[in-house]
């Protein structure tokens, strides 16, 4: 177990919808890092967030969207879902003070099908 | 534009030898490299980190060599076990992580 929980577990959702994914990181952990996992594209980062701020964007859709709470807790919202959008969703979470790297810890992930 | 190359074909290793993944890059200059586990439908486990200045670093059976000359990793599993069989990532940078698709390694009993 990483310490990191991640809700729901399993999405199902219609095209056009809109979702909601919850992150909560490790005890003590400040930076709150969100990927998407197809089989294609492998593991892609979406969106960093330390200590309630934006730290760095990948490649994330205009759609999508994320934000990180005062009790560090994060959020990503998926909008005008599409069927690509299908995929594993994992938050990772680690110490993540600027400018080095740390390990990251990564949740169980939310598994979104959209049909 | 930054590239991560591992080995797309599934490897596979007889138990007790030794697994060697090779991870190069592209177009890039990390401060820091990392190697993860991934078992199917779970999250990635992060195994090592090692620093642009560190040529080689060793936890238990594993160790992982950083050459910024020719812009490669390897990452080695000695005594090799069933258990070992997984997807194993390459990882860079510090901020904005950028993941490998990762490489499949079967050890055979």
């Known amino acids: 177990d990483s310490g990191v929980t991640q809700t729901p577990k399993h999405l199902i959702t219609a095209t056009g919808q809109r979702v909601t994914l919850r992150c909560s990181p490790r005890?003590?952990?400040?930076?709150v890092y969100w990927y998407q996992q197809s089989l294609d594209q492998g593991l892609q980062f979406l969106i960093q967030?330390?200590?309630?701020?934006?730290?760095a964007k990948g490649n994330i859709l205009e759609r999508f969207s994320a934000q990180q709470f005062p009790d560090l807790h994060s959020e990503l919202n998926l909008s005008s879902l599409e069927l690509g959008d299908s995929a594993l969703y994992f938050c990772?979470?680690?110490?993540?003070?600027?400018?080095?790297?740390?390990?990251?810890?990564f949740g169980p992930g939310t598994r979104l099908t959209v049909t | 534009s930054q590239k991560i190359e591992q080995n797309s074909e599934a490897l596979n290793i007889q138990e007790g030898k030794t697994a060697t993944l090779t991870c190069n890059y592209t177009?890039?200059?990390?401060?820091?490299l990392q190697w993860y586990r991934q078992d199917p439908g779970r999250g990635p486990v992060f195994l090592l980190l090692?620093?642009?200045?560190?040529k080689e670093k060793r936890k238990e059976r594993l160790k992982v060599t950083f050459d910024t000359t020719l812009k490669q990793s390897l990452f080695h599993i000695t005594a090799s076990q069933p258990a070992d069989s997984a997807t194993y990532l390459c990882a860079l940078g510090d901020d904005k992580i950028i993941f490998g698709k990762g490489t499949r390694l079967h050890i055979l009993p």
């Open positions: 090692i620093r642009e200045n560190e």
């Open positions: 177009n890039y200059s990390p401060a820091y």
């Open positions: 967030y330390y200590n309630g701020e934006e730290r």
């Open positions: 005890s003590g952990d400040l930076s």
């Open positions: 990772a979470s680690s110490v993540g003070r600027s400018g080095t790297s740390y390990e990251q810890y």
